[in-house]
């Protein structure tokens, strides 16, 4: 209650202080003051935001309440720089928990869009476009638009990431949203905003398909004048995918020839590619794409050269084979045959079709494949089918369960050095330096250790299984933790009395474990083939000869006597089986593989939380989600989410599958439904079986 602003200050401080291990006191606190409207100190207003937010992250509900109760408090101290910054920080913060709630301050938010601090403005128009009704957005468009001028990129691009979501929660305002969008494309600005524009535009058509053929336009308006090689190359390449599936794909062509005629030898090239896509989905379109593609033929750039020649050959070899024949002009429209190319057709099938694998995989499956023991003494020829499968990177699982970035561009500095990416190492390669093992031929997947100790015991022991297609060789990383003591003879015994689809079939034991080192040794476990796979839960046994040694010198003393030592529960599940191996396109994938052999079912699961529900179906299919499906989108609203999952099978068969996964009233519960498509309808089934 001092008339001293700096008083006041400091008061603020040594209460919260008191009461910062009380979370109840320093509600009250919070309330108390917010409530009386007592506090001329701006800085001590600060602090009273900053505790209203603490309380917003730990209790979102109760925070929130307390937050949105300071907002008439905090308004008269605007002009405040600091005061300001840091409510408008936090109030942005409270946008994303429960917008609906910090939607009562948008008027006075409104007038600090023209702040001359521009840190603050931008602050307040992201907070806006995430709190604004659907009828506020044309309003707000006109005052971002001359707002946009006259700042910085970095605060343009924190605002087009704002617009992105806006029309992402309004899907009906995709015109607006996304036409204004691209009238700054066509303003000054560097490659960081550009690109950030580009890249909204590009995940709105694959989040909102209404927008794609205005999308398309407004990106192929931008390519006309573009600077920037990369995104040039980038949006043709996006032409190429997205242009010829649209109502009137001719349309495209005009924009993408241009760059043949104008540009420098990347964007040609890229720009070759383009038409030659369009050739090979539209047959209605070969004839007239096979003449600007010869001109190209003679280009001063080998690549676009090449590519040329390599399209002109193969839809010059398809026009042969399947020849276009075109519908007579008073056919019915009903009666017109879709524009799309046979079965069989050679173009489409080389230039549409994508690779099996990326070539980053085709190169880990090529030395995969090489460090195999007796492979490369094989008569057998190298073909894809042969390589084996290489699951997903950590980085590629992360990229899929978020949805990665609409354009992956390599964005470092220019003279910057690129951290060299490290190559992932075959965790499998243990069991074939081992000569007893080197029968099993090469394993199909290696799982993450899992811990069968505490990190604290004695005696430190993990596990990895390596999948084979017949065996399964569980690598046991024992340590020793026991000055004292070396371990000889080292095995794990597993009990496999109760299994019908595992036995075990050798050990390979190991010596001279000493303190603090770290050594291998196996089991194997033959699988059944004849049983379909289930779960299989081990008691695991680790046994060894301990030998008394001097921690000193490390010679042996004293006398030398068996041990046993009892390990947690070791489970083989049919998800161990399973690789994780992203597709391409996965409603092409999904359509493919067709229904003849598919399985569905339905799950009533025990969790309070979508993403725990959509966490644990991915884990117990042990597959990777595919479309960003992996992550729960923010604003979801209560809607079923739909999951999407790909694999292999040790079998060396695909396997997809959809789930659709709803909450359950507010008593929690979630209710799951999930479609299984593989070749064997018997894979189908163990897949589906894997829920529990």
Request: charged share 25%; aromatic share 6%.
């Amino acid at each position: 209650s001092s008339p001293n602003e700096m008083v006041q200050f400091h008061a603020m401080q040594l209460l919260y202080q008191i009461k910062s291990h009380d979370r109840l006191g320093v509600s009250k606190l919070v309330q108390q003051f917010s409530e009386r409207n007592s506090l001329k100190s701006p800085l001590a207003l600060v602090l009273l935001i900053r505790y209203a937010a603490k309380l917003l992250h730990d209790d979102a509900a109760e925070g929130l309440a307390e937050f949105c109760d300071i907002c008439p408090a905090a308004f008269p101290f605007i002009s405040e720089a600091n005061c300001s910054f840091c409510f408008h920080s936090h109030s942005r913060d409270g946008s994303n928990h429960a917008p609906e709630s910090v939607a009562k301050c948008n008027e006075d938010l409104e007038a600090l869009i023209g702040d001359s601090n521009r840190s603050i403005a931008t602050l307040a128009i992201t907070t806006l476009l995430k709190t604004g009704s659907e009828n506020s957005v044309d309003r707000l468009l006109k005052q971002i638009s001359a707002f946009l001028t006259d700042i910085a990129d970095e605060y343009k691009i924190t605002v087009v990431r704002s617009l992105q979501q806006l029309c992402l929660t309004y899907p009906a305002k995709h015109r607006v949203l996304v036409g204004f969008l691209s009238n700054f494309l066509r303003e000054e600005g560097g490659f960081d905003f550009k690109r950030s524009i580009v890249d909204s535009i590009v995940a709105l058509i694959r989040s909102v398909p209404e927008t794609t053929e205005s999308s398309l336009l407004h990106l192929c308006e931008f390519i006309e004048d573009c600077e920037f090689t990369m995104l040039s190359t980038q949006i043709l390449h996006l032409l190429g995918d997205l242009g010829p599936g649209t109502s009137a794909p001719a349309r495209y062509i005009r924009f993408i020839y241009n760059r043949v005629i104008l540009e420098n030898s990347a964007v040609r090239a890229a720009a070759v590619s383009a038409l030659a896509k369009f050739a090979a989905h539209c047959p209605s379109l070969r004839t007239s794409v096979m003449t600007l593609l010869r001109r190209s033929l003679n280009d001063e750039d080998d690549e676009t050269r090449d590519r040329a020649a390599i399209a002109v050959s193969v839809i010059d070899d398809a026009m042969v084979k399947f020849p276009y024949i075109a519908p007579a002009e008073d056919a019915d429209p009903d009666e017109v045959p879709e524009d799309k190319p046979a079965d069989g057709d050679t173009a489409a099938y080389i230039l549409l079709d994508a690779l099996p694998m990326s070539f980053d995989k085709l190169e880990r499956s090529l030395k995969a494949y090489v460090a195999t023991p007796t492979t490369m003494s094989s008569s057998e020829p190298v073909t894809v089918d042969s390589l084996p499968v290489v699951e997903d990177t950590a980085d590629e699982i992360a990229r899929a369960m978020s949805g990665g970035d609409a354009l992956e561009l390599d964005t470092a500095p220019l003279g910057s050095v690129l951290e060299e990416k490290k190559a992932p190492v075959d965790a499998a390669a243990v069991v074939y330096d081992i000569p007893e093992l080197a029968s099993l031929g090469r394993a199909f997947r290696s799982s993450v250790p899992v811990q069968l100790t505490e990190s604290e015991t004695e005696y430190v022991v993990q596990c990895v299984k390596h999948i084979f297609a017949n065996h399964v060789v569980l690598q046991f990383i024992v340590q020793n933790t026991i000055e004292e003591q070396r371990l000889d003879n080292v095995t794990v015994v597993i009990d496999d009395s109760e299994s019908e689809v595992f036995n075990v079939s050798g050990e390979i034991a190991v010596d001279g474990i000493t303190y603090g080192e770290t050594k291998n040794c196996f089991t194997v476990l033959e699988r059944n083939g004849e049983a379909p796979l289930s779960p299989s839960t081990f008691t695991c046994e680790l046994r060894f000869l301990v030998v008394q040694v001097d921690p000193a010198t490390g010679e042996e003393e004293g006398d030398s006597f068996e041990e046993e030592y009892p390990l947690e529960d070791l489970e083989v599940s049919t998800s161990d089986f399973m690789a994780k191996v992203s597709v391409p396109d996965f409603r092409k994938s999904w359509e493919t593989v067709g229904n003849s052999s598919e399985v569905l079912e339905k799950f009533a699961l025990q969790f309070k939380k979508m993403e725990d529900a959509v966490a644990a179906v991915i884990d117990f299919l042990g597959m990777q989600p595919c479309d960003g499906t992996g992550a729960v989108k923010p604003n979801a609203g209560g809607k079923p989410h739909m999951l999407h999952l790909s694999g292999v099978f040790v079998t060396g068969q695909n396997v997809l599958a959809r789930a659709q996964i709803a909450m359950q009233g507010e008593n929690g519960g979630v209710v799951l439904k999930i479609a299984v498509r593989s070749e064997d309808e018997q894979i189908s089934r163990m897949v589906a079986d894997c829920i529990r």
